[in-house]
């Protein structure tokens, strides 16, 4: 079994900043692919950011330019510093994993989720 634990969610104003981790524990043989998305009340989940093993990343159209993810491979530990937040980017977030684990079964692990609200 995989575990996630999520931090750093919060109120913050428009225009602040913060910063997500998620740090990955358990079963993992290799890690690949490590990503945030997000859901807003009464709306679909969606994708945040990727950032695969070798630090390509992706990022949706609406977080451009302000949010930045990376990743600590020797910390099995995936960060998302987002900037210039919006009142739109509050939602809950949730950390995304691919893995593949001591018996060779590779699938995603999804986190708890950690509310983000920007408001003033």
């Known amino acids: 079994q995989v575990q996630l634990v999520e931090s750093g969610g919060g109120l913050v104003q428009p225009g602040g900043s913060l910063r997500l981790s998620c740090a990955a524990s358990?079963?993992?043989?290799?890690?690949?692919?490590m990503g945030w998305y997000r859901q807003a009340p009464g709306k679909q989940r969606e994708l945040v950011a990727t950032?695969?093993?070798?630090?390509?990343?992706n990022y949706a159209d609406s977080v451009k330019g302000r949010v930045t993810i990376s990743r600590d491979n020797a910390k099995n530990t995936v960060y998302l510093q987002m900037n210039s937040l919006k009142p739109e980017d509050t939602a809950v977030y949730y950390c995304?994993?691919?893995?593949?684990?001591?018996?060779?079964?590779?699938?995603?692990?999804w986190g708890q989720g950690t509310q983000v609200t920007v408001s003033s």
């Open positions: 995304n994993v691919d893995v593949v684990n001591y018996d060779s079964l590779r699938r995603a692990y």
């Open positions: 358990g079963s993992i043989r290799r890690l690949y692919a």
């Open positions: 950032i695969t093993k070798g630090g390509n990343t």
